[in-house]
T-cell receptor, first 113, second 110 residues
Framework: DADVTQTPRNRITKTGKRIMLECSQTKGHDRMYWYRQDPGLGLRLIYYSFDVKDINKGEISDGYSVSRQAQAKFSLSLESAIPNQTALYFC????????????FGEGSRLTVL | TQLLEQSPQFLSIQEGENLTVYCNSSSVFSSLQWYRQEPGEGPVLLVTVVTGGEVKKLKRLTFQFGDARKDSSLHITAAQPGDTGLYLCAGAKGAQKLVFGQGTRLTINP
């Protein structure tokens, strides 16, 4: 089983719908992240959380919200999806103080029509 | 504006050739990481470089961090089809938040 699990892996939805992407991890890491990947733009940070009571905006947080339900669970919500939110979304974890290595899930591909 | 610029963005070469991928910035980073991503999977860390001028080798892959800690390169010797993938550099600027380059999509043809 993967250490970082994302659900769903693929989702097609319509403009205006509310979508939640879920992430769970078995690595025991305190830090969790949500990234968005678009062709030619690399990975961009949406939100991150350094512990259960900590939530921080990344560089592209507009239109997104998150919830850290437990150390192992971090979900990303799109309250009202729009087509330019079509992308590949990755959850990641890291364990300080270490080298800062990120451990990624397999990704959730979201298509907004 | 991309904080980290990777070049080239696409590279297709024959098996056995050598190649270099560059990761450049005007900013100083405390460390720089290289990841490789294969289709349907998340990125996986290859190496972290921390000291200016540092060189690390991973089999046929050689990673170098610039003296000023603003740039890095990845050199692959005698490329093989298994090296095919998306290579991403990522710079750390404190608080362990990483900034990613746009990626280099590498294809090695048999």
């Amino acid at each position: 089983d993967a250490d970082v699990t994302q659900t769903p892996r693929n989702r097609i939805t319509k403009t205006g719908k509310r979508i939640m992407l879920e992430c769970s991890q078995t690595k025991g890491h305190d830090r969790m992240y949500w990234y968005r990947q678009d062709p030619g733009l690399g990975l961009r940070l949406i939100y991150y959380s350094f512990d259960v009571k900590d939530i921080n905006k990344g560089e592209i947080s507009d239109g997104y919200s998150v919830s850290r339900q437990a150390q192992a669970k971090f979900s990303l919500s799109l309250e009202s999806a729009i087509p330019n939110q079509t992308a590949l979304y990755f959850c990641a974890t890291s364990d300080p103080p270490g080298t800062g290595e990120l451990f990624f899930g397999e990704g959730s591909r979201l298509t907004v029509l | 504006t991309q904080l980290l610029e990777q070049s080239p963005q696409f590279l297709s070469i024959q098996e056995g050739e050598n190649l270099t991928v560059y990761c450049n910035s005007s900013s100083v980073f405390s460390s720089l990481q290289w990841y490789r991503q294969e289709p349907g999977e998340g990125p996986v860390l290859l190496v972290t470089v921390v000291t200016g001028g540092e060189v690390k080798k991973l089999k046929r892959l050689t990673f170098q961090f610039g003296d000023a800690r603003k740039d890095s390169s990845l050199h692959i010797t005698a490329a093989q089809p298994g090296d095919t993938g998306l290579y991403l550099c990522a710079g750390a600027k404190g608080a362990q938040k990483l900034v990613f380059g746009q990626g280099t999509r590498l294809t090695i043809n048999p």
